[in-house]
């Protein structure tokens, strides 16, 4: 069957007709299914088996009374009985109430049977550390969630290391359970207020929450969100799936009664008076009622102008906290019991075991408390409300109070604030298993590195536990938490501790050649996560240090990853000056390996620039070299090998890969190979430039050869990574689709295999810079064989990738794609085509990404 008849009855766009047939997504007759939507099953009946929620303990509320709230419930009820919205985001400032609201809210549902809920999982990120300075992710989440939810086996979740694929996982066994998501203080994992517009850190919750908020219409599953910040990603889906609640404070007849119930007494006009002055801020209203419960004898509320207010107090509902923690010490005493486990709490980022408070208790300025003193000690603090303690279980205090006491020890005993994480980092490094196999094992391992870069002992941390026991060595056998659980984020987290903050200057004890390695680690798994543009930092730094100790080998690398992720941030004129820069230092180095990889990295830069004479010329010359370095490999692989193989599909003027989209217009009928042609509305439509078909085709076949050989030798090699093979399987896809178009053939099902096996190694790569190109590849695949459905799909999940980067370059191939694959369809899947390639444009020439410019130009013509 030709190709034109092919996609006659295979290549479907929704709401337009070509050649007499109506095109949308995949036919009956289609050969290739669509992928299957997100979309739930009947909810369990309740009845059934009783419903097992999952970390309602992590949800810790500090103090008595809550008044002022029913707004907020009643919002909840709505939202999970409509089932309208997928996404429910509670959000407002520390100590506002938002957990508090959870948990009043969770009550209602457990008494109600849980109103038809298949599931209910909870999770704070407050549980598993607070501080911003040491960082969190979500791996241990997605682990347990998916875990409760889903019905994948162990392997089967440790394999899901694709932030996208996970998070996608997880969301359609949210949805397909009816499930109730709570996630409680996200803001660890969000950018600080004015950095990135708060934007997500962590790119496997940002797909989560993406995921759950596109599901299908009349989905019952729910997802709450608190943080202290907007979810800036959310945003232009705020509706129908998404509501956000911002948290108000207190009103005066709420704030009224909440200190009538906490005990406190006087007339109206005092406690509205008092209610306006700590701004109707819950946490610092609550720890009023308790002070003067417990400070005072009357209780009365005039007694809180007793409570000095220094100037420090002054700014924001901060500022009263303080003042009634530092009320609280004065009370307490300097050196009494309660003051001091106040300041153990400062310690911790998250809720201690008892033991675990006994530890840095033997630091200077910590009295010695007996267990019976001990017991009576946190059995007052619970009383007042100032921790949070079943009388069994981890003693919790809120973030706020941890921070303040944790900050004002540091400030007044720093030797005590040393010796007391000291004692912590030797306890979890003593007590933990050598090198324990799962992420929740090397959980005190994280925290030791956390509790030894506090005390200071930043290159015992590093070497003992980070890169001994949770990396299990740094070679090529090493890296144990990154490459076999997939622990990027928890990662991260550790090597920011041995960091001055802010910024990327490595601590002063660190070895130099440690202090090299950590700025590398953190920019490689920065990119890993997507932070593109954080990376620069660390990779700049590196790159310095490499240059002023001579050391030319590293120096030509760092080069080289500058200018890869410059090139993926869109600078292409900075990429290329940087690889001129890594080819001048392999050159001096002198080392074969570097001096070859680094001309492909130059050539592939002046490649994106449209430079495609200057590029073929250095290619040749990195091949020469490769035949000198291994005569037994005389062709460039890895990842060389596919930057050479991609400027060969491109030629001198556009190759084989723009020819390959012209025939595709053409069997479409949208350009027409005429001298002029008259277009839409009187305009004239010029004709495409002329190919040689056949030239072209033959370059298909040479890159073909060169993909299959080079793909044997990796599956050959003891050092090929999951990247290197999947590029080379990417290479046949593309090679493959566009020989076939050329000549005018049926879509082949093993182009589709190739773009499968490349997406998927991709994926377990974890190279989010790469996986838009195997998506993008896939989606024209797709709709070559009559997927229309599939090739959106891929579409849009590029579209989440590289604007999450941003990673403007993608932007504009994907656009481009759009607009050339669905372009004239009545239902544009997106805003309009015309609005696509105008946008395209606007990248293309804004980042000087001109090796796209005949593309657009074949493109543009295909509109009126």
């Known amino acids: 069957m030709k190709l034109r008849d092919k996609l006659k009855k295979m290549v479907r766009v929704e709401g337009i007709t070509v050649f007499g047939v109506r095109l949308g997504f995949p036919s009956p007759e289609s050969e290739t299914p669509p992928p299957q939507r997100l979309s739930p099953i009947a909810a369990p009946d309740p009845a059934a088996a009783p419903l097992l929620p999952h970390g309602e303990a992590q949800l810790r509320t500090y103090g008595d009374g809550f008044a002022g709230r029913e707004r907020e419930l009643e919002a909840l009820d709505a ?22 609201i959870l948990v009043a809210w969770l009550n209602r549902l457990r008494d109600a049977g849980w109103r038809g809920a298949g599931g209910v999982f909870a999770h704070s990120f407050y549980s598993q550390g607070n501080d911003q300075r040491r960082g969190a992710s979500s791996e241990v989440f997605f682990r347990q969630a998916l875990r409760y939810f889903g019905d994948l086996a162990e392997e089967e979740i440790a394999a899901l290391t694709d932030p996208a694929e996970k998070a996608r996982a997880l969301a359609a066994a949210i949805l397909r359970r009816r499930g109730l998501l709570i996630l409680d203080g996200i803001e660890p994992l969000q950018y600080p207020p004015g950095v990135n517009r708060g934007q997500f850190k962590d790119p496997a919750l940002a797909h989560l929450l993406l995921s759950l908020a596109g599901a299908g219409t009349g989905t ?15 945003a232009p889906r705020e509706g129908e799936a998404v509501a956000r609640h911002p948290l108000d404070r207190l009103d005066a007849e709420a704030g009224c009664a909440l200190l009538r119930d906490l005990g406190a007494r006087g007339g109206e006009d005092e406690l509205r008076e008092a209610v306006e002055e700590y701004r109707g801020h819950a946490y610092s209203l609550m720890l009023l009622g308790s002070y003067l419960r417990d400070a005072t004898d009357d209780r009365d509320i005039r007694r809180r102008r007793e409570i000095p207010l220094l100037a420090e107090d002054r700014a924001g509902h901060g500022g009263h906290v303080q003042r009634i923690f530092r009320a609280y010490v004065a009370h307490f005493g300097e050196g009494s019991p309660e003051t001091a486990l106040l300041r153990l709490m400062g310690f911790f980022d998250r809720p201690a075991e008892r033991e675990l408070l006994a530890v840095p208790r033997d630091a200077d300025l910590f009295p010695s408390l007996a267990p019976e003193q001990l017991q009576r000690t946190l059995n007052r603090l619970q009383g007042l409300r100032l921790i949070a303690w079943d009388g069994r279980g981890p003693i919790d205090a809120h973030p706020l109070l941890r921070q303040w006491f944790g900050a004002e020890l540091r400030e007044k005993s720093p030797a005590a604030w040393r010796e007391g994480h000291r004692l912590l980092f030797e306890h979890f490094a003593r007590t933990t298993p050598y090198r324990p196999d799962t992420l929740e094992g090397l959980e005190p391992l994280y925290r030791a590195v956390s509790h030894g870069c506090a005390a200071g002992l930043h290159e015992k941390a590093l070497v003992d536990v980070y890169r001994d026991r949770i990396l299990r060595g740094a070679g090529d056998d090493g890296f144990y938490s990154t490459f076999k659980l997939g622990a990027i984020g928890m990662d991260l987290a550790a090597v920011e501790n041995f960091f001055v903050q802010p910024g990327w200057k490595p601590a002063p004890d660190l070895a130099e050649s440690d202090r090299a390695w950590l700025l590398n680690e953190a920019a490689m798994h920065l ?21 002023e100790r001579e050391d030319w080998e590293n120096a030509a ?10 090139l993926t941030l869109g600078a292409v004129e900075q990429a ?16 074969l390996f570097q001096r070859m990889a680094r001309r492909t990295t130059h050539a592939d830069a002046l490649h994106q620039a449209g430079e495609r004479q200057r590029a073929r010329e250095l290619f040749a010359a990195a091949e020469t070299l490769q035949r000198e370095w291994q005569p037994q490999y005389p062709r460039l692989y890895f990842v060389q090998g596919f930057r050479y193989a991609d400027l060969l599909l491109a030629g001198i003027d556009g190759g084989a890969e723009r020819a390959a989209w012209r025939a595709w217009l053409d069997q479409l009928g949208w350009i027409r190979p005429k001298a002029a042609s008259q277009g839409h509305a009187g305009r004239m439509r010029p004709a495409p430039p002329p190919f040689d078909a056949r030239a072209r085709i033959a370059d298909c076949q040479a890159v073909t050869a060169r993909a299959e050989e080079t793909l044997e030798w990796m599956k050959n090699a003891s050092n090929a990574s999951l990247l290197d093979i999947a590029l080379d399987r990417l290479t046949l896809a593309r090679a493959g689709l566009y020989g076939g178009l050329l000549a005018g053939q049926e879509a082949d099902a093993a182009i589709e295999d190739h ?38 799909a891929d579409l849009d999940e590029a579209w989440e990738i590289a604007a999450s980067g941003p990673m403007p370059l993608f932007q504009a191939d994907i656009r481009l794609a759009r607009a050339r694959l669905f372009g004239r369809a009545d239902d544009y ?21 001109h090796c796209r410019d005949g593309e657009l130009a074949d493109a543009q013509a295909m509109l009126p």
Not at 220 to 234: F, M, W
Not at 577 to 588: M, T
Not at 763 to 776: I, S, V
Request: charged residues 25%; glycine residues 12%.
């Open 557 to 566: 690398r760092a080069a080289n990853n500058l200018s890869q992720l410059r």
């Open 79 to 100: 939202a999970w009985a409509r089932g309208r919205a997928r996404v429910f985001v509670l959000h407002a400032e520390g100590g506002a109430g938002k957990t508090r």
């Open 755 to 792: 773009a499968n096996a490349a997406v998927a190694g991709l994926r377990k790569a974890g190279t989010m810079d790469h996986l838009p190109r195997g998506l993008l590849t896939r989606a024209w695949a797709r709709a070559a064989r009559g997927d229309g459905e599939g090739a959106r």
């Open 220 to 234: 019952k599953a729910l997802c709450v969100v608190t943080s202290r910040q907007l979810v800036t990603e959310l």
């Open 527 to 547: 990119r890993a996560l997507g932070r593109l543009a954080e990376a620069l930092g660390p990779l700049r730094a590196g790159l310095e240090m490499a240059i």
């Open 829 to 849: 899947p997106w805003e309009s085509a015309r609005a696509d390639l105008d946008e395209a444009r606007r990248l293309i020439g804004e980042h000087g990404y």
């Open 576 to 591: 290329v000056a940087s690889a001129a820069r890594s080819v001048e230092y392999a050159d001096k180095s002198g080392d």
